[in-house]
C-alpha cells in the first residue's frame, strides 16, 4: 500500500479567507500555514483549535498576515506546541509583520488577543531551512523529508516537498512563474510526477496583461496625479509585494528624473528594509549578479524614504507626494488614517495593489461602482489625566495591595507547614551526629551552614519558625569549590538571535516606531478614544494587479506539466475553484479534489511501496559508476525473504544480456557550446542542432505522456560519415553507459 496521505481544509477552502490546512502523512499532523485576516476573528480559528494540541509540526510558506497571522494565537491560547518550520526571509520579515499588526491594533484598540512577547514567543523556536535543503524529521516522523523550494510570491516565499518511501506530496500556494524584478519564478515546474499536489484556485479566472505595459501604465498613472498637484496613497502589506513596488518606483524615477517625493510608512520600515538588504541570496539572480560585480545593493534606495510616524508627511502639508503605508485592507495603521485625510480631494489618488480582504474597507472601495461615502471610525491612544487617572491609580493600589497580601499568607502557610515537619523529624533538644560532622566539614567553605544547640528553647505552639531556622545547603562540592553548572550562565541561542535583531543599545526604539515604543515602555496609563466619521469619497480609486501570482493560464499550464497524480484545490472562490476543478478533469487523467471546510479527504496513492534489503551476497558481484555525488549499476536480482524482511538476492540462473542503457539528461544547449569547443560549426535550427553542413541532431519526446516524464529520444541525421562517428562518440561522452 502507498504512503498514507489525508488532507483537512481548517480555513480558505471554497473562499478566499486565510490558509489553514491539516496535512496528515502516515499519521504525522503537518499544519500547513496559519493565517488570519486583518479583524483577526477568534471564530475563524475555531477548527484550528479542536486540532491544535495534536500538531506535530508546522509548515509557513509566506511572511504575511494570510499566511501566519495566527501563529501567536494558536500557540499561546490553542495549545499550538510543534516545532514550526520556515525559510529564514519568512523568519524574519513574518515576525517584523506581526509586530507592525500589533502595534497598528494597539495604538488604536485595546488588544489583547496577544502581545509583543507572544510573538516573540512564537518565531523564537523557528527552525529556519534553505531552499532545496532536505530536513528528515526525527521520533514520529522518521523516514519523512520536507524541504523549501522557491514559490516565487514573496522574498523567502515557499513550495514545500514532504517526501515519504519515494512518494512525493508538494503544497504550492501563491506561487508565480514569472521573473521579477526581485524574485526568481517558481521552481514547482522541475517536480516530476508528485503523488499529491496542493494548490490554489485564486487566479483562475483571471488573466494578467504584460509585465512592462503593467508597469508603465502603474508610474503614468502616478505621475498624472503628481503633476496635477495631488498625493497618491498606495496601501501595501508590511514586508512582502511591497518590495516589488519599491524598486519598481525606484527604476522609472531614476529613468524618468523625477523629483516627488516618495515614502514608505509603516512601524517597522527601517527595520524592515535593513533585514532585506541581508537577504540578497535569497533574491533574483540579476540582483545578486549586480551586487557580485559592482557591490551596488538594489535596496539601497535613493529617491525612497523610509519613515516610521506620520510627522515627516505633516511637514510636507498638501505638496504632491507618494506614500505607501500599512495595512492593505485600510481597517487599521497609517493607511487608514491617511486615506481619511486624502479622501476629500479630487486631486488625490488611493491606488490599490492587490485585492482587498472580505469585509474590510479595502475590499469595499474596489467594487465598481465605488462608494460615494464610508463610514469609518478614528481612534487614538492618550495618557489619563484628572479623575480617571486618580480612579485608575486607586484601583492599581488596592489590586497591589491584594497581591502583597496574599503573597504575605502563602509565604506564611510554607513556613509553618516547613516548621511542622521539622518537629516531626526531630526533638529540638537533639543534634544529629553525622549532621554535625557534614556541617564543620563542609563549614570550611564560605557561607557553609552550621547546627544550631537551642539549649531550653522550645518554640511556642503559635509561632511561625524558630528564632534560628535553619535552611540546608544542598548544593555539591568538590575538591575546588561549590559545583556550578556551565549551562546557567551561558547565553541560549534565541536569546542571541534576539539581541541581534535589536542591535547593540537599540531595544525596542531599534525596530518600532519611535510614538509606539515610548507608549509602550512608558508606564503612564493611556486610554483609546474613538469616534465615528462619515467620509465623502472624492478622490480617484484604481486597482492594479501586482499580487506576483501565476494567472489562470499559467496555473493551468504548471498543473499540466507537473501532472501529479491527484491534485487538490484549497484557497479560491467557489466559482475559480469549480472553473478549475472541470478544466484538470476535462483535460487530463488526473484525479482532482476540492474539499470544503473541514472535510477530510483521503488522498492516499494508488502505487504500492515496498522496502527493500540489498544483500551482501548480491552487492559483492555489482560494479557501481560514479555519476555526481551517486553511484549508479545495473543490478539482476530475485526477491526473497530475510528475517522476515524482504531481501534482493543474486538470481538463482544466469540472467539474459540486457540492452544498454544511457543514463543522464542532455539539453541541447549545453550540447552545441560542448561541440563548439571542439572546434564544430554548430547552430540550431528549426529547433535541431545543425552541426556541420550534413549532420543534425534532434530531441524526440513521447507525446503520449503527460508532463515531463515521457521519454525521450535523440536522433542523429546524416550520411554516414566521419562527421557523423565523430559527433556520435562526442554525444556518447555526455551519457553513463550501463
Known amino acids: 500500500m502507498g504512503t498514507s496521505v489525508q488532507v483537512t481544509p481548517l480555513s480558505g477552502a471554497y473562499g478566499e479567507g486565510p490558509l489553514c490546512y491539516l496535512l496528515a502523512v502516515d499519521g504525522f499532523r503537518f499544519l500547513l500555514d496559519c493565517g488570519w485576516t486583518d479583524h483577526c476573528d477568534p471564530a475563524l480559528l475555531q477548527p484550528l483549535a479542536r486540532v491544535a494540541p495534536t500538531i506535530d509540526a508546522v509548515l509557513l510558506s509566506h511572511p504575511d498576515m494570510m499566511h501566519l497571522g495566527a501563529l501567536p494565537y494558536a500557540i499561546k491560547h490553542l495549545g499550538l506546541s510543534a516545532p514550526v518550520y520556515a525559510t529564514e526571509p519568512v523568519y524574519r520579515l513574518g515576525l517584523l509583520t506581526m509586530y507592525d499588526y500589533f502595534l497598528s491594533r494597539w495604538q488604536v484598540a485595546d488588544f489583547d488577543l496577544f502581545s509583543l512577547d507572544d510573538i516573540d ?18 521520533d514520529k516522523g522518521e523516514g519523512i523529508v520536507i524541504a523549501p ?18 512518494e512525493d506530496v508538494v503544497y504550492a500556494v501563491d506561487f508565480n512563474h514569472r521573473k521579477e524584478r526581485h524574485l526568481n519564478g517558481t521552481t514547482l515546474g522541475s517536480f516530476v510526477r508528485p503523488a499529491v499536489l496542493i494548490t490554489d484556485a485564486y487566479n483562475a479566472l483571471n488573466n494578467q496583461v ?60 527601517t527595520s524592515t528594509v535593513d533585514f532585506v538588504k541581508s537577504f540578497l541570496e535569497w533574491m533574483s539572480d540579476s540582483i545578486s549578479k549586480s551586487f557580485e560585480h559592482t557591490r551596488d545593493n538594489a535596496f539601497l534606495l535613493r529617491h525612497v524614504s523610509l519613515i516610521i510616524n506620520k510627522e515627516e508627511l505633516e511637514k510636507l502639508g498638501d505638496a504632491p507626494k507618494v506614500v505607501l503605508a500599512s495595512m492593505s485592507s485600510l481597517e ?56 480617571e487617572l486618580k480612579a485608575y491609580e486607586e484601583e492599581q493600589e488596592r489590586i497591589k495591595k491584594e497581591e502583597v497580601l496574599k503573597a504575605s499568607l502563602s ?29 564543620s566539614n563542609a563549614g570550611s567553605h564560605v557561607g557553609g551552614n552550621v547546627d544550631i544547640l537551642i539549649d531550653g528553647f522550645v518554640s511556642p505552639a503559635t509561632s511561625i519558625a524558630p528564632m534560628f531556622p535553619f535552611f540546608e545547603n544542598t548544593a555539591d562540592w568538590d575538591d575546588f569549590g561549590e559545583v556550578i553548572n556551565p549551562d546557567d550562565y551561558m547565553m541560549k541561542q534565541d536569546e542571541v538571535d534576539n539581541n541581534m535583531m535589536l542591535g547593540v543599545g537599540d531595544g525596542m526604539d531599534g525596530k518600532l516606531d519611535e510614538g509606539s515604543a515610548r507608549l509602550l515602555l512608558d508606564s503612564a496609563p493611556s486610554k483609546v478614544i474613538s469616534n465615528e466619521l462619515t467620509v465623502q469619497v472624492k478622490c480617484s480609486l484604481a486597482y492594479m494587479d501586482f499580487e506576483g501570482r501565476s494567472d489562470g493560464r499559467s496555473v493551468k499550464s504548471v498543473i499540466a506539466h507537473v501532472a501529479p497524480l ?22 487530463s487523467d488526473l484525479h482532482v479534489y476540492a474539499p470544503q471546510l473541514e472535510e477530510t479527504i483521503d488522498v492516499t496513492s494508488d502505487l504500492c511501496a515496498y522496502k527493500v534489503q540489498l544483500s551482501e551476497k548480491l552487492m559483492s558481484n555489482v560494479i557501481s559508476k560514479k555519476l555526481g555525488e551517486h553511484e549508479i549499476a545495473w543490478v539482476d536480482a ?51 542542432l545543425r552541426c556541420g553542413e550534413y549532420i543534425t541532431v534532434r530531441k524526440i519526446g513521447d507525446s503520449n505522456q503527460k508532463g515531463s516524464t515521457g521519454s525521450q529520444q535523440i536522433v542523429i541525421e546524416g550520411p554516414l560519415c566521419e562527421d557523423y562517428y565523430k559527433i556520435r562518440e562526442l554525444l556518447y561522452s555526455q551519457f553513463f553507459l550501463l
Not at 510554607?414 to 551526629?433: I, T
Not at 526473497?640 to 544547449?669: F, M, R, T, W, Y
Open 638 to 688: 530475485g526477491v526473497g525473504k530475510a528475517d522476515e524482511k524482504l531481501s534482493l538476492v543474486p538470481p538463482s540462473s544466469i540472467p539474459a544480456a540486457h540492452n544498454s542503457v544511457l543514463v543522464g539528461d542532455l539539453k541541447l544547449a549545453d550540447f552545441k557550446q560542448f561541440l563548439a569547443n571542439k572546434g564544430l560549426q554548430v547552430e540550431f535550427a528549426g529547433g535541431a
Open 332 to 387: 487599521v495603521g497609517f493607511s487608514h488614517d491617511i486615506f481619511v485625510e486624502m479622501a476629500n480631494e479630487a486631486k488625490n489618488l488611493v491606488l490599490f495593489t492587490e485585492k482587498g480582504q472580505f469585509g474590510t474597507l479595502a475590499r469595499m472601495l474596489q467594487v465598481d461602482p465605488p462608494p460615494k461615502a464610508v463610514k469609518v471610525t478614528m481612534s487614538k491612544r492618550v495618557p489619563l489625566v484628572g479623575d
Open 149 to 166: 523550494h522557491v514559490s516565487g510570491h514573496l522574498l523567502g516565499g515557499t513550495v514545500w516537498k514532504i517526501t515519504k518511501d519515494g
Open 210 to 269: 504584460y509585465k512592462r505595459q503593467q508597469d508603465q501604465d502603474f508610474i503614468d498613472s502616478m505621475v498624472k496625479v503628481l503633476s496635477g498637484g495631488g498625493s497618491v496613497l498606495l496601501p501595501v502589506d508590511t514586508a512582502g509585494r511591497v518590495l516589488e513596488l519599491l524598486l519598481t518606483m525606484e527604476q522609472y524615477w531614476a529613468q524618468r528624473h523625477l523629483v516627488y517625493p516618495i515614502y514608505f510608512l509603516t512601524n517597522v520600515s
Open 566 to 587: 491527484k491534485l487538490v484545490l484549497v484557497h479560491g472562490s467557489a466559482e475559480a475553484t469549480e472553473h478549475l476543478k472541470m478544466h484538470c478533469a476535462k483535460n
Open 411 to 439: 509565604k506564611e502557610k510554607e513556613l509553618k507547614a516547613s516548621h511542622e515537619s521539622n518537629a516531626k523529624a526531630s526533638d529540638p533538644m537533639v543534634v544529629d551526629a553525622s549532621l554535625s560532622r557534614k556541617s
Open 121 to 138: 514567543a512564537a518565531f523564537q523556536n523557528v527552525a529556519r531551512l534553505k531552499y532545496s535543503q532536505n530536513h528528515l524529521l526525527k
